[in-house]
């Protein structure tokens, strides 16, 4: 993946205390130049207190960091002037437009008036504001402010985006779309993420890597499908399976299958699903598919398909979280 061979995020050992309290417990994590990483936990895990770190907006209390070859506690303003930081409550001047909103904070970042209000147009046509950027910014929703903080964000051109709970309070619909944009801020203008969450759907669906962050601690990082096949060395496999005709001899004969744990059936409604058919799910210690196929073949039913259920983001959280609390 040759557009992440450049590193513009690098977290080493990165640490706060407050007090007695660890917030951030030697963080190590390396970003990479347009990727989307989602920096996943609970409420409470330390995921703001990192992002703070990193802008400069909090001192550590050890470790280091570079964002995009800075380090934000001495060169803060150099990290902010490359990185535009979305918060999950984002302030606005209510009683002005988006677009007065957004050329106040181009001129906040320098750019002139004719190119400030060009480039607040554009953003507002990018983020699918433009029919509402002459409305008062005190009449949006929940939606419409996040779609706008995302174009105040990206209005002085940042080499990365940090967004801190993004899609908290939005209808499906406009997370839906407030996901798509991001994506394809990473995909087509090479722009870093890093999204902040606690939820895990939303996660999976754009993020190329995750972090699993849970009391201070990143306890599991990757993308989804090695996070998976880590956890299939621990969790039980599961097959899943349509047949017909279900009988209770073939039953039999797939649990005494070595290595078949359990079996539940339930009546299968797929597409043209011949009559008596069944939706099987084994359980099992490793993986059976061929095994399980062949058991149905000779047992003389018709298999109509098979697969093997992959570990979702939402069970592998919980087993880390699992593994974190069980080591502690």
């Not at 989602?38 to 990193?54: E, F, H, R, V």
């Not at 993308?223 to 017909?244: F, G, M, T």
Request: hydrophobic share 40%.
């Amino acid at each position: 993946m040759n557009r992440m061979a450049e590193s513009v995020i690098e977290l080493d050992g990165l640490t706060k205390q407050y007090g007695g309290f660890t917030a951030v417990n030697g963080l190590s994590l390396s970003i990479a130049k347009g990727e989307v990483f989602g920096l996943l936990g609970p409420n409470g895990a330390g995921k703001t207190t990192t992002i703070l770190m990193m802008l400069g907006l909090t001192e550590r209390t050890s470790g280091s960091a570079l964002i995009c070859g800075f380090d934000p506690a001495r060169s803060a303003l150099q990290v902010k002037r490359r990185v535009g930081y979305m918060p999950d409550d984002i302030g606005f001047y209510e009683d002005r437009t988006g677009l007065d909103n957004l050329m106040y904070t181009a001129r906040l970042n320098g750019i002139a008036p004719a190119e400030a209000r060009h480039s607040a147009e554009a953003l507002l046509e990018k983020v699918g504001l433009a029919a509402s950027g002459k409305a008062k910014v005190g009449t949006y929703s929940r939606g419409m402010r996040q779609r706008l903080g995302l174009a105040d964000v990206l209005i002085k051109n940042p080499e990365v985006i940090i967004l801190d709970e993004p899609t908290l309070g939005i209808d499906p619909e406009g997370v839906r779309e407030l996901l798509a944009l991001i994506s394809d801020l990473s995909r087509n203008e090479g722009i870093t993420v890093l999204l902040s969450s606690h939820q895990l759907q939303q996660v999976q669906q754009i993020c190329d890597r995750v972090g699993l962050f849970v009391q201070g601690k990143l306890i599991a990082c990757g993308d989804i499908a090695n996070l998976s096949r880590e956890l299939n060395q621990e969790l039980h496999a599961e097959v899943e399976l349509a047949a017909q005709p279900w009988t209770p001899e073939l039953a039999d004969r797939l649990l005494a299958l070595e290595g078949v744990l359990g079996l539940n059936t339930g009546e299968w409604k797929g597409e043209n699903a011949p009559p008596g058919s069944i939706l099987a799910t084994l359980e099992c210690d490793r993986n059976l598919t061929s095994a399980i196929a062949s058991e149905v073949i000779t047992a003389g039913a018709e298999l109509h398909y098979i697969r093997r259920k992959e570990p979702g983001l939402d069970e592998i959280y919980h087993r880390y979280f699992e593994k974190k609390e069980e080591g502690a």
